[in-house]
């Protein structure tokens, strides 16, 4: 599966160059994005006519050459697999859990949170209460 974000004219001018959909370009159906919005149903007939042509694989590289935003949609597992997932630590081990990282990151700062599991239930309790006494 693949996602396209082509949200203005200029883009959707690419994307049909890219598509080889030259009479999608110039119909006056699909000039704004408002009327391509109106005539979605028969615009994305059009598309995944041609997007069923060659893999999904195929056509992100494609757009993605051409500057179009587009990409696979991917599941959860392949998404934690990407490299630059495991790069910058987005998926973190805490305890015996794997939960999301830190998004947050500085230059030479370790941002992870993975130095020790959260504590059990009511572990902390006499220490709020001892907070709140004050």
Request: glycine share 8%.
């Amino acid at each position: 599966m693949l996602a396209i974000c082509c949200g203005n004219d200029h883009l959707f001018g690419k994307l049909c160059d890219t598509l080889g959909l030259t009479e999608a370009k110039n119909d006056p159906r699909y000039a704004t994005n408002d009327k391509r919005m109106q005539n979605q149903v028969s615009l994305k007939e059009s598309m995944e006519a041609v997007l069923r042509t060659q893999p999904a694989t195929v056509w992100s590289d494609k757009l993605q050459e051409a500057g179009i935003p587009a990409g696979l949609v991917q599941t959860v597992t392949e998404a934690e697999q990407m490299p630059q997932i495991i790069e910058r630590d987005m998926i973190t081990t805490i305890g015996n859990r794997q939960v999301p990282g830190n998004p947050i990151k500085f230059g030479g700062f370790d941002s992870s949170c993975a130095g020790a599991p959260p504590p059990a239930l009511g572990a902390d309790n006499d220490k709020i209460r001892d907070y709140f006494k004050q």
